[in-house]
């Protein structure tokens, strides 16, 4: 029983904080979807008369399809209202970044959707603002645009049409809403987001971040894909790593040729089963799990060869455990092959944290992992005897790092490269 004594307040239950509205329903209503050139055309003229950033989006068909193809493209601004693209029907958006100009691009995660929109001949021509990569700067914990629209604008995002088949035709109108409702709020979360940073003091952090990632290339092919094989770590012998290499590359033409994501049609754990097992007939293969499926009973032929191949391998030709590239090894040996470099790292990794806890930021956004492991393992020349801001901020430019980051990190780094020698 509660004590007559007892204030009400500490008596009665915390009401519940009142749940932010849903956003359901496009403001202007659901625009039509673009698919011919003509509505193109049309489409590029009123972009071209609106004014302000355009909110841009694009949905791929990720766990689908092969590649990572826009199959969706929505864009915002004002004056021109909502705009949605089929790329499917109309592959050339080329005419609607000849109509946006130098406009200002607001993305969220734009590094995802940059190169899909490479993809049809739509790249921005100004300037960038990644209202995700704002909100890791500014210290949120949960960078998802339905959690930051709500933490900023006050206002809930559906998301469950997040990991549809957007290659679907026709698009479903639930899609369509949902899709359109994702470009309607970014304009005003950048405007919030803007104000947050610059009360935190790292507007201009975000904007060369953002310069950064607008004017990234392309990443270079990448060796020897199929090591990203989930499980592949499971694997002990060179031969069969061969086999889930070769599995892989069967796979993947396949999937290639069918334009089918490639875990539908042979998830990684099969391979790595197959690779673990090597099996010799059709009756062997089936009895593992996935391949006793009637899809992959149909393929046994061409995972069979695929293992064939792998048994045949000379033993010099079988791959490595692991890539030598021309950085330094992995960090858990350093302490083996060289205790001093092991030092270094453990202190530059701490100094990282205490920096990124003062401002409130990811540790990775402060500077790239593999630009101080590479610092760490081989000291730039000048910072083996006495501390050099310098030399370090060189290095770090080279490798990319920006000025609001050399700035930051280049002095705490300096002082954990030279500590083994300050404290002899």
Request: with cysteine.
């Amino acid at each position: 029983m509660t004590s007559t004594n007892e204030p009400a307040e500490q008596s009665a239950e915390a009401a519940p904080a009142p749940e932010a509205p849903l956003l359901s329903a496009p403001r202007d209503g659901l625009p039509a979807l673009v698919v011919t050139p003509a509505g193109l055309e049309r489409a590029a003229a009123d972009l071209a008369a609106g004014s302000g950033p355009v909110a841009v989006d694009a949905e791929r068909a990720s766990g689908y399809r092969y590649g990572q193809d826009a199959y969706l493209v929505q864009l915002r601004r004002e004056g021109a209202g909502t705009v949605l693209i089929d790329p499917a029907a109309v592959p050339d958006l080329s005419p609607v970044a000849a109509a946006l100009g130098d406009a200002e691009w607001v993305l969220h995660a734009a590094s995802q959707d940059l190169p899909c929109l490479a993809g049809v001949s739509l790249r921005p021509g100004g300037e960038l603002f990644d209202t995700e990569l704002g909100a890791r700067l500014a210290g949120f914990e949960r960078v998802g645009l339905a959690a930051v629209v709500e933490r900023l604008l006050g206002l809930r995002l559906a998301k469950e049409h997040s990991a549809v088949d957007w290659s679907t035709r026709p698009l479903p109108e639930p899609w369509l809403v949902y899709a359109a409702l994702d470009v309607e709020v970014l304009v005003d979360l950048r405007d919030a987001l803007a104000e947050e940073l610059e009360r935190q003091g790292k507007l201009e952090w975000a904007r060369q971040e953002f310069a950064a990632v607008r004017d990234a290339p392309p990443p270079p092919p990448r060796t020897d894909p199929w090591r990203r094989t989930s499980g592949l770590h499971a694997l002990r012998g060179r031969r069969s790593l061969a086999a889930a290499r070769e599995l892989w590359l069967a796979r993947d033409e396949l999937a290639r040729r069918r334009d089918t994501s490639p875990g539908r049609i042979l998830p990684d754990r099969a391979i790595v089963s197959a690779a673990q097992a090597m099996p010799a007939t059709a009756a062997d293969l089936a009895a593992l799990p996935v391949f006793s499926g009637p899809a992959n009973r149909r393929q046994a032929d061409r995972w069979l060869s695929a293992l064939d191949r792998a048994r045949a391998l000379p033993e010099a030709e079988l791959p490595p455990h692991a890539l030598h590239g021309d950085g330094p090894p992995p960090p858990r040996a350093w302490k083996e092959k060289d205790p001093e470099a092991a030092e270094r790292l453990t202190r530059a990794r701490a100094a990282l944290a205490a920096l990124a806890e003062e401002h409130a930021l990811p540790v990775e956004n402060l500077v790239s992992p593999d630009a101080v492991r590479r610092l760490c393992w081989e000291p730039p020349a000048g910072a083996d005897a006495t501390p050099d801001a310098e030399v370090v901020a060189a290095v770090l430019a080279r490798a990319g790092a920006r000025p609001w980051q050399r700035e930051l990190v280049s002095a705490p780094l300096a002082e954990a490269l030279v500590a083994h020698v300050t404290q002899a």
